[in-house]
């Protein structure tokens, strides 16, 4: 699973990298993620606002801090694909 954090490196955005690194850990999932900081290359994904969290090319969540139990759920959804 491949996983990104969208964001220019706000609170927000290493809130939501960390929240996202405790779920992978927690849920035992093999997965690469990927911190997005250059601004041209979070464009290129149909994002209003962010952090944005973006699982196998999909944007799945943005604009928004998430709990641990949303992105769980996030990436059980992305993972049953």
Known sequence: MKIKILGTGCPKCQQLEAITRDA????GID???????DIAKI??????MTPALVI?????????VPTKTEV??????ASAR
């Open 24 to 27: 992978v850990k927690e849920m």
């Open 31 to 37: 997965a690469e993620i990927e911190k997005v900081k």
């Open 43 to 48: 464009m290129a994904y149909p994002v209003m």
């Open 56 to 64: 196998d090319e999909k944007v799945v969540l943005s604009g928004k």
């Open 72 to 77: 769980s759920t996030l990436l059980k959804n």
